[in-house]
């Protein structure tokens, strides 16, 4: 435990906690597809980069230019040692390394498929390709439901998944005991 609770960001590759608040992104993703009438699959089966590696969900009929788009959800903690010196810089900057990153990485799918590195920083950044990516989805819902305002929703709606999974991942990081049973009752 660091001083400001933080450690916990980063302490472990994927904790439960982690995981819940990527698969909570992931599904809002999903389902703000659907409600554009593009049907999805999340965590695909048969799109291995390698066996450790593959992507988050996939349209099941072209997206653009005649390919299907595959996504990868990345929350990333702005606040690790790793990252301050470039976040200190630049708002984003960890966030546009890691779209990189992800694209590199994805290399091998490109050739087929249409890629989005979907990267939020715990700071409450959104990577370019995420914010892009949500404003194509909230049109698309916008052309379907008429609802002028599906892209303000989608944004909140991703955002409070990121800062949920984010507070219990902190609140997983606390010591436990009574003492801090105060904290609850509020």
């Known amino acids: 435990m660091d001083p400001y609770g933080l450690h916990k960001l980063d302490c472990e590759k994927f904790t439960l906690a982690k995981k819940a608040r990527h698969d909570a992104i992931n599904d809002v993703l999903s389902r703000g ?3 554009a009438q593009v ?4 965590e695909p089966h048969g799109l291995h980069v390698d066996d450790n590696i593959r992507p988050d969900g996939i349209t099941l009929l072209p997206w653009s230019n005649g390919r299907c788009l595959t996504w990868d959800v990345t929350v990333l903690n702005t606040y690790a040692q790793s990252y301050l010196p470039q976040a200190s ?3 984003g900057a960890v ?3 890691a779209e990189g990153e992800k694209r590199r990485l994805y290399q091998p799918l490109m050739d087929r498929f249409m890629f989005v590195p979907f990267v939020l920083e715990t700071s409450g950044v959104w990577g370019e390709e995420a914010r892009e990516f949500v404003k194509q989805i909230g049109r698309r819902i916008t ?3 008429g609802e002028q305002r599906a892209t303000s929703f989608l944004y909140q709606r991703i955002s409070i998944e990121a800062t ?3 507070s219990t991942i902190l609140l997983e990081g606390l010591p436990s005991g009574d003492h801090l049973d105060e904290l609850f009752e509020l």
């Open 143 to 145: 052309q379907v439901t």
């Open 95 to 97: 966030a546009r390394r």
């Open 164 to 166: 949920r999974g984010t």
């Open 39 to 42: 049907a999805n699959r999340v």
């Open 33 to 35: 597809l659907r409600q």
């Open 89 to 91: 810089r630049q708002v």
